[in-house]
């Protein structure tokens, strides 16, 4: 027999494949099929005979009773195609040669083995955890619910996700390889010996080949000043790091060396204190067992330095003050761990012998080295003791009182020599001198002379410089301008005190134009006209408004004013003046203008010189 579009069934053994994990095409000793029409190859069944009549065809049920009639051809037609009950069972076809006298020449059967049941679905089972990477997949298959089919199960056929279809001969196990990270879906049918197939079942087999990512908090950016808690917090993607117990994942740090600090879950945490440079180690294992703690075949795990200073720095003054120097204030800062900072620092001062608080000074902290220069001109003479407070890196501080050599650091003011600074006006002019206050001249010397302009001027103040010649006299004459205050200073030196001059005033007048516009008047007749301008150097803006008396006087009498003008923007004023009284005739008067000043007006009072009129 052979099979063409339907099963073939023959008396010779049937080779059926199976596709195993690894294996090849083995022979099976019977065939099923689940369809009931079988083909019969005649050349097997009955067989051939060169005499034969006749063949005669019997088929019987699994019981061995006949089914039917017996079926009859005439060579060369022969039985090719038989069906079957449709009730599963092996059936058995037999068929015989007869020669024209009826003489049996030759007999064969052939078992029909019909099966279409649907078999009991698999029971797949995955391991239920997450596998590693290298690990394995297991299909492991726990007994079928339901007594198996007539022609019993042949095996198994599993899709792996979109993978090809593998068959399985029946067994409890089948190694599935390598699977890819993930979660893999695996889904399996079982087949009856027929080829008939059961209601799917599905499995998942997820693996996880990632060792957890492990993040340490609490790890400074530099140094320490103290202990320090440190937390690795771990993650991880897929099996998770979700506490599960003893055996379950979990987070470790270890310190210096010495045995981690476990717990399970994602987070641990551990105190790590003491001067010094420490080695942390820290790592995770999760759910799958992935874990990168170094021992064999298992990544190294992460290396973190942790840099703790608990103690502070050490703090001196150098030991004496530099002679070219003497108000520079140094102090050293050492510190042998975290080294001294570059960025804070301080260095204060007191009266020595007090209880005042520590004024600070302006400090440059350079590393190692924390500068001061200390303004002693501006502190009255006396002892003053100084303090240093430094800082290491990790930002402990010390604070310092002595020096290198061990005595406190005390100096005694003044630190620069004392000079005198002398200075007069006369007129316009400036005059003074610059001397030791021990004697002798100081030469070439920068004085500052300060002019502070009184309220009104269009500038409030004004500083020029002139230096002292070699007999220490200096001089300086001022310009043109409104009245101001003049103080002359010495900024001193790094050798040379400060010293400053008696407040002086330099007073200027008003100065004021006037005409008449003639030098009679006819009493009765036509006005004479008195104008002028207040000259407003300086003083600009202040002028609009300036009251200006305008006075006058005759032999034998004082001044007296006779009208009050107002100045324009300019400084301008005008007016009309006519002579009406008889007594006027003949009498010679002088007409003068007369600013006295208000508030707002930078300058002092000040006449004009006086014009004439005779009266006829």
Do not use: C
Request: zero cysteines.
């Amino acid at each position: 027999m052979r099979r063409t579009r339907r099963s073939l069934v023959t008396l010779l053994a049937l080779s059926a494949l199976f596709a195993l994990a690894g294996g090849s095409a083995r022979a099976a000793a019977s065939e099923w099929q689940a369809d009931v029409a079988f083909t019969i190859d005649p050349v097997e069944v009955p067989g051939v005979a060169y005499s034969a009549r006749r063949a005669i065809y019997r088929l019987l049920d699994p019981q061995g009773q006949a089914i039917g009639n017996p079926m009859v051809t005439f060579p060369p037609d022969l039985l090719d195609l038989v069906e079957v009950p449709p009730v599963p069972g092996a059936y058995t076809l037999e068929g015989r040669l007869e020669d024209a006298a009826g003489n049996e020449l030759r007999r064969a059967t052939a078992t029909l083995r019909f099966d279409d049941a649907v078999p009991p679905p698999p029971a797949p089972r995955a391991p239920g955890r997450w596998l590693l990477g290298g690990e394995q997949a297991i299909l492991a298959f726990d007994p079928a619910t339901g007594a198996p089919p007539l022609s019993g199960i042949r095996g198994y056929e599993i899709a792996l996700g979109r993978a090809p279809v593998q068959i399985a001969a029946p067994t409890d196990r089948v190694a599935l390889g390598l699977l890819p990270e993930g979660v893999t879906q695996v889904r399996v049918v079982s087949l009856s010996g027929s080829g008939v197939r059961s209601e799917p079942r599905s499995v998942s087999f997820a693996v996880d080949a990632t060792v957890p990512t492990v993040s340490l908090q609490g790890l400074p950016a530099r140094w320490s000043a103290g202990p320090l808690e440190l937390t690795a917090t771990a993650r991880d993607s897929l099996s998770g790091m979700e506490a599960a117990g003893p055996g379950g994942p979990f987070t470790a740090i270890a310190v210096d060396g010495g045995p981690p600090t476990a717990a399970p879950g994602p987070i641990a945490s551990v105190w790590v204190g003491g001067s010094g440079v420490h080695r942390v180690r820290f790592y995770g294992r999760d759910a799958a067992g992935n874990v990168a703690d170094g021992s064999p075949g298992s990544p190294s795990p992460q290396v973190a330095a942790v840099r703790i200073d608990e103690e502070g720095p050490r703090v001196r003054f150098a030991v004496a003050q530099d002679p070219g120097e003497p108000e520079r204030i140094e102090a050293f800062v050492e510190d042998p761990l975290s080294g001294p900072s570059a960025v804070r620092g301080s260095i204060a001062v007191r009266p020595a012998g007090t209880r005042a608080h520590f004024e600070p000074l302006p400090t440059r902290v350079e590393p190692g080295r924390l500068l001061a220069d200390w303004d002693s001109d501006s502190y009255p003479p006396g002892k003053y003791e100084f303090l240093a407070t430094g800082f290491d890196v990790a930002g402990n501080s010390t604070t310092g009182a002595t020096r290198l050599h061990g005595g406190r650091m005390v100096l005694v003011n003044p630190l620069k020599a004392p000079v005198v600074l002398a200075s007069k006006l006369t007129g316009a002019r400036l005059f003074g001198s610059l001397r030791r206050a021990s004697g002798g001249p100081l030469g070439g010397q920068t004085i500052a002379v300060e002019e502070t302009f009184a309220a009104g001027a269009d500038r409030r103040r004004r500083t020029t410089y002139v230096h002292t010649a070699a007999d220490g006299g200096f001089t300086s004459t001022f310009g043109h301008g409104p009245s101001r205050d003049v103080r002359v200073s010495f900024a001193g030196t790094r050798l040379l005190g400060r010293a400053g001059g008696a407040p002086l005033h330099l007073g200027v007048a008003t100065k004021v134009r006037f005409r008449a516009s003639s030098s009679t008047a006819a009493v009765g007749g036509r006005p004479v006209v008195f104008s002028g301008r207040v000259v407003a150097t300086g003083a600009r803006g202040a002028v609009a408004g300036l009251p200006v008396d305008l006075q006058f006087r005759y032999p034998g009498a004082g001044w007296s004013a006779f009208r009050t003008v107002e100045a324009d923007a300019r400084g301008r004023f005008r007016y009309a003046y006519r002579f009406s009284d008889d007594d006027s005739r003949g009498v010679r008067f002088r007409f003068r203008a007369y600013v006295k000043g208000r508030e707002g007006w930078p300058y002092e009072p000040g006449t004009s010189r006086p014009s004439s009129v005779r009266g006829r």
